[in-house]
C-alpha cells in the first residue's frame, strides 16, 4: 500500500506526485497515455516561476527551447494592435518572463521531475474506476500497460484526471458553467510570421470582425505556432454543418491580421475541437480523496490561466496532504484546508473571463475610469490571483459590467 495515488500524470499531477514524494512519502501515480503526448494549453503566466522553483526545475526551464514570452498583445475587431503588455514593467524581476511550451515535452519534464523525486510512474495505465468504502476512497482499480487488471489502495487519492474529473463526475458533482458555453477549434503550424526581438515569443488575442470570436496566436519551438479560435458553442459549432477545418478557416477568413500572418505558413495537422469546457466542481476534497487542477475546475482559455491553476493547486493539495500524513487524518476538512483559498484565485479569473465577454465591457475604458484599479488587473494577468490588490477590482468592475455571483464550495 502506498501513502498517495494521483490519477493523472499532467501539470497538477506531477506537482502534487513530486512535492509529496520529495517529502519522503511513497507515491504511486497512474497516467493513461505514454509521454511525450499531445496536449492543448501551451501559453504560461508568469506566476507558474514560483512552482516552478519550488519544484527545482527553473534550470531545464532556462535551458529548453520554449519560447521567452514577455508580453501579452490584444487586437480588436478593427484589426488594429494595442501596445503590447510586458509584465516587467509591473515588476522588474526574472519571474515576469514567462515561456511558451510544446505540452508533450513540458508535461514530460514535469513527470520526469517527480520520478526523480522518488514517485512511482505507470504509464499507460488507465485507472477504471475509484474505489470506495462507502464515502472513503480507499484505492483504483487500473489497466495496466500489459492488459492486467490491477486494485492498488492508498489513503489519499488525488484525482488530477483533467477534464476527465474522474471523480466530480461519478459522484455528478462536477457543474459546468452556463455563461461560458464555448468552444474552441484550433491546431499549429509552421511558419507563421513572428514579431521581432522581446516580441517574438508574445501571446495574441486577435478579435474577428464581427466580434464574435477570437482567435490565439502561441509560438512555439521549431517556428511551430500555436492558433485556435473560441466562441459560443452555438455560434461556433452547433447549427453550422461545416466540419472542424471549415468552421476554422471560416473564421480566419474574419481576422485580417491573423490571415497576414499565416499566409505563408503550412498547417501541420488537422483542426480540432474542444467544447463545454469551463465547469467546477462544488467542492476540493472528501473523505480520502482531492480534486487537482481541470479536475477541480477549468474556465476559458481567454487568460491562458490553466497550467498556473494546475501547479498553484497541486502545490495546495500538496501541502495538505503532508500534513494529513503527518496527522494521520485523512478527512475532508484536513485535505480541502485549502478550498477556499483556491477558489478566491478562480473566482478572480472567472470574473474577468465574464468581463472579457461582456458586450458592455472594454478593459481599456475601465482602467481610464479606475486607474486604481490598475495593479489588480495586472496581477490576474500574471497569475498573482491571491495578491490583495484583485478583490477590490470586482466592485467598480460590477458597475460597468455583469459578474458572477460569489459561490461557496459545499464541503
Ligand atoms: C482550448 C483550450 C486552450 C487552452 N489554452 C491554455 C493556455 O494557453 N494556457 C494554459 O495555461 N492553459 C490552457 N488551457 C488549459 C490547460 O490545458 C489545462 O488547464 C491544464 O492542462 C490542466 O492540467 P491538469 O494537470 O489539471 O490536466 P491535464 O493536463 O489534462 O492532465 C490530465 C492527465 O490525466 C490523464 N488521465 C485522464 N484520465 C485518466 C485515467 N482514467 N487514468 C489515468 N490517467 C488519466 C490524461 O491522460 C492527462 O495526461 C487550455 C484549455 C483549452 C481547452
Not at 117 to 134: C, P
Request: charged share 25%.
Amino acid at each position: 500500500m502506498s501513502d498517495v495515488i494521483v490519477i493523472g500524470g499532467g501539470p497538477a499531477g506531477s506537482t502534487v506526485a513530486a512535492l509529496v514524494a520529495e517529502a519522503g512519502h511513497n507515491v504511486q501515480l497512474f497516467e493513461r497515455e505514454n509521454f511525450p503526448r499531445f496536449s492543448i494549453g501551451e501559453s504560461l503566466m508568469p506566476d507558474t516561476y514560483w512552482t516552478f522553483k519550488r519544484l527545482g526545475v527553473l534550470d531545464k526551464l532556462k535551458a529548453s527551447a520554449f519560447p521567452r514570452k514577455h508580453s501579452v498583445q490584444f487586437f480588436g475587431k478593427s484589426g488594429r494592435g494595442s501596445a503590447p503588455f510586458y509584465f516587467s514593467d509591473n515588476n522588474p524581476h526574472e519571474s515576469s518572463v514567462t515561456w511558451q511550451v510544446q505540452r508533450g515535452k513540458f508535461d514530460l519534464m514535469l513527470l520526469d521531475n517527480a520520478r526523480d523525486k522518488g514517485a512511482e510512474i505507470h504509464q499507460g495505465a488507465r485507472v477504471l474506476e475509484v474505489l470506495f468504502d462507502g464515502d472513503r476512497a480507499i484505492g483504483v482499480r487500473a489497466k495496466l500497460a500489459d492488459g492486467q487488471h490491477q486494485d492498488f489502495t492508498a489513503p489519499i487519492i488525488v484525482d488530477a484526471t483533467g477534464q476527465s474529473a474522474l471523480i466530480g463526475r461519478k459522484l455528478k458533482i462536477t457543474e459546468a458553467d452556463a455563461q461560458l458555453n464555448k468552444a474552441s477549434i484550433y491546431t499549429h503550424y509552421s511558419g507563421g510570421r513572428r514579431d521581432e526581438g522581446k516580441d517574438e515569443g508574445a501571446t495574441l488575442i486577435l478579435h474577428t470582425d464581427n466580434g464574435d470570436s477570437w482567435f490565439w496566436y502561441i509560438p512555439l519551438p521549431d517556428d511551430i505556432v500555436s492558433v485556435g479560435v473560441v466562441g459560443a458553442i452555438d455560434y461556433l459549432v452547433q447549427g453550422r454543418k461545416e466540419d472542424a477545418q471549415t468552421i476554422f478557416e471560416q473564421e480566419l477568413t474574419k481576422c485580417a491580421p491573423m490571415q497576414e500572418r499565416l499566409q505563408h505558413a503550412e498547417q501541420l495537422m488537422p483542426a480540432k475541437t474542444t467544447k463545454d469546457f469551463s465547469y467546477r466542481a462544488s467542492r476540493t476534497a472528501g473523505e480520502g480523496w482531492v480534486l487537482v487542477g481541470d479536475a477541480f475546475c477549468f474556465l476559458d482559455p481567454m487568460y491562458s490561466s490553466g497550467v498556473y491553476l494546475a501547479l498553484k493547486s497541486g502545490e495546495m493539495a500538496a501541502d495538505a496532504i503532508i500534513d494529513a500524513i503527518t496527522k494521520g487524518d485523512f478527512s475532508a476538512d484536513q485535505l480541502g484546508g485549502f478550498g477556499p483559498e483556491l477558489l478566491r484565485g478562480t473566482e478572480a479569473v472567472r470574473k474577468m473571463v465574464y468581463a472579457f465577454y461582456s458586450k458592455d465591457f472594454n478593459f481599456g475604458e475601465f482602467l481610464k475610469r479606475y486607474p486604481d484599479c490598475k495593479q489588480g488587473v495586472i496581477d490576474v494577468l500574471s497569475g498573482n490571483l491571491f495578491s490583495e490588490h484583485v478583490e477590490p477590482i470586482f466592485g467598480p468592475m460590477g458597475e460597468m459590467c455583469e459578474l458572477p455571483n460569489d459561490i461557496t464550495l459545499t464541503g
